[in-house]
Each structure stands twice: as C-alpha cells, then as structure tokens.
C-alpha cells in the first residue's frame, strides 16, 4: 500500500486549481485535474453550468492524473455551483467511487453550500467522506484560506491509517 494521498480538482474559475496547488506543494502530494470534454466558454458555458447543477447533469470529461486506486486517500476539490457539487466532480467522483480507498471533500463556493460537497459525495460514493472543509473564493483570493488548508492536509495525514472499515467489495476504509 503506498500511504500516499492524491488532490484532484475540477477548476472552472481557477479558485479550485489554486487550492489543490497550495495543498499539494504544502504537502508533496500528487495531483490530478478534471476537466470538461466539452469546454464551457461564454455565456453559453456559464449556462451549462446552470443546467447541469439543477438537473444533476453527469457530463464527459477528461481526467489527466495517477490512477487514484494506486492512492490511499485522495482528497476531491470541489466547486459548488447553486450550492451542488460541479457536474464534472459529480461525474468523476461516481467513476472513481470504487477506486478510491478513502476521500476527503473540499468545497469552494462563493458564499454558501459548503456541506452540499459532502452530502453528495456520501451519495456517490456510498459512505461519508473521511474530511470536510470549504473556502469561499473570497478566502482563497485573498489568501486568508492558507493555514486552514495546511491545518486540513495535517488532519487528512494524521488520520488516515485510523477506523479500517472493510466495505463490501473488499476496499479497507477509514471512518471519518
């Protein structure tokens, strides 16, 4: 087992892609981006991104990074558009759900719906994430988000050999 942990993040804003740097530099972590097969540029991406949020739209994307099985922990940067998980998260996460040992959620959202990230990724995934935080694009463009960043990359370090829960098609869990 490598004992490693992964960040990936969807970026549509570039608020989520500024988190996931921070975390991995702050921790040598390994990285892995989401994006859309089909970019949403304009007014007409923008209302893309409405309609897939209302009716839970699962889009294609493309996923450059390490296979996130070959990772113990893998931590999901994820933005909240109309306090939901971003489309391509959401599609990606659903993927991934039984290659991932163990997932920890951050959310970034304008001003609200931090706990709507988690609430899905449970769904998605089948059992609750191991850690939760949010920042608000505010926090991370004025850099104010930093040490709480730093603060969940210790948490997610420090706990994730602890509560082995063995799921049903075999993946060792750790309870969060």
């Known amino acids: 087992m490598s004992h ?37 540029v304009g007014t007409g991406g923008i209302f893309r991104c409405v309609l897939d949020s209302l009716l839970l739209v699962r889009p294609e994307i493309r996923y450059d990074g390490p296979d996130p099985k070959d990772f113990d922990s893998v931590v999901c940067v994820v933005p ?45 995934l089948g059992y609750a994430p191991a850690l939760s935080a949010s920042f608000t694009t505010r926090e991370v463009g004025d850099g104010s988000y930093a040490p709480r960043l730093e603060a969940f990359g210790r948490a997610v370090r420090a706990t994730r050999d602890i509560w082995p829960i063995e799921r049903s098609d075999g993946w060792m869990l750790s309870a969060g």
């Open 4 to 40: 490693q942990t992964l960040v990936v993040f969807y970026s549509h804003t570039d608020m989520s892609r500024r988190v996931a740097r921070l975390l991995c530099s702050q921790f040598g972590w390994a990285i892995g981006e989401v994006s859309d097969q089909h970019p949403r």
């Open 80 to 124: 909240i558009w109309l306090s939901r998980m971003a489309a391509p998260m959401r599609t990606f996460i659903e993927a991934q759900a039984t290659r991932m040992r163990r997932v920890a959620v951050i959310s970034v959202m304008d001003r609200h719906g931090s706990s709507c990230a988690a609430v899905e990724a449970d769904r998605l």
